[in-house]
């Protein structure tokens, strides 16, 4: 295949087995005069194996300000530039939306090359519904914040899609389970398309006991699947919320019982805000 000059290519990569590439991937990443990835060192095992010699240059979190100028300047001249990241499919919690902008900007053509993706192949074995979810890439690794972030998820009717670190996974699913209730279902997937591939279904007190017990549980890149709240509880939960923010309004001023019903619900305070006037506002 021919490589159209001065096009941004964004490439997905395997995000394990070096076997889940595309002939086309394969074929870009060959043709493009430039590589940038997120870490070189590590993409250079993916280039080798397929035998692509293409310059990399390194475009991650912290060079990413720098490196765009840089990349733009040769998408401008005419050269073809590829996106990879470390595995599966660019700008997923990775680097690349500073370049992507600018290339929108400047009228650069951009050209997506899809394969493999976590999340995706995730949902796709987790038994939970998949019709609608929402990603959330990872959570805070303090635990305050992460509870916080967790908490502003309760009312949430989607399948909620999470990345996990290993040092962290127990800690997370934990707080899961007390923000969600332990007997929500709930599917985590780790290290998809490698040897120590591992996916579990149960509740999420069942997976917290799992992890606990089974320290192997605890290595590797983890995705986490919540069951969002069922819409007949959600339907309950708000008129439950508008209740108490009906009685906090006879007791004290609006901005406050706002505040209240926020930190008690876990509800976003401009949402409660917006139900705070229409029940205050006089028929």
């Not at 720098?66 to 040769?74: G, I, N, V, Y």
């Not at 972030?149 to 309760?154: C, G, I, Q, V």
């Not at 819409?231 to 019982?257: I, N, Q, W």
Request: aromatic share 6%; proline share 5%; net charge neutral.
């Amino acid at each position: 295949m021919s490589v159209i000059k001065g096009a941004l290519y964004i490439v997905a990569t395997p995000i394990g087995n070096l076997d889940d590439v595309t002939f086309r991937a394969v074929e870009v990443l060959r043709g493009v005069d430039v590589i940038a990835a997120e870490d070189t060192r590590h993409s250079k095992l993916l280039l080798n194996h397929y035998g692509i010699q293409t310059p990399c240059i390194a475009y991650h979190e912290h060079s990413e300000r720098q490196a765009t100028p840089k990349l733009m300047d040769r998408l401008q001249a005419g050269h073809a530039v590829a996106l990879i990241s470390d595995a599966g499919t660019p700008l997923v919690s990775d680097p690349g939306y500073h370049l992507v902008a600018a290339a929108h900007t400047h009228g650069i053509r951009i050209i997506p090359i899809p394969g493999a993706s976590a999340v995706i192949g995730a949902l796709s074995v987790s038994g939970l519904p998949t019709d609608r979810f929402v990603f959330e890439g990872y959570l805070p690794a303090k635990a305050a914040a992460r509870r916080r972030r967790l908490a502003d998820m309760t009312g949430e009717a989607r399948t909620m899609v999470f990345f996990e670190a290993p040092h962290r996974i127990l800690a997370s699913v934990r707080d899961m389970a007390l923000t969600f209730g332990g007997d929500r279902p709930a599917t985590y997937a780790r290290e998809l398309t490698k040897t120590f591939e591992t996916i579990r279904r149960g509740s999420l007190d069942d997976l917290s006991t799992r992890i606990a017990a089974d320290g192997d549980q605890q290595r590797g890149e983890f995705v986490v699947m919540v069951q969002g709240l069922p819409e007949a509880r959600h339907h309950e939960a708000g008129e439950t919320v508008e209740h108490m923010l009906a009685v906090l309004l006879r007791h004290v001023p609006l901005k406050s019982a706002v505040s209240i019903a926020a930190e008690l619900s876990g509800e976003k305070k401009n949402l409660l805000y917006q139900k705070a006037v229409q029940l205050a506002r006089p028929d």
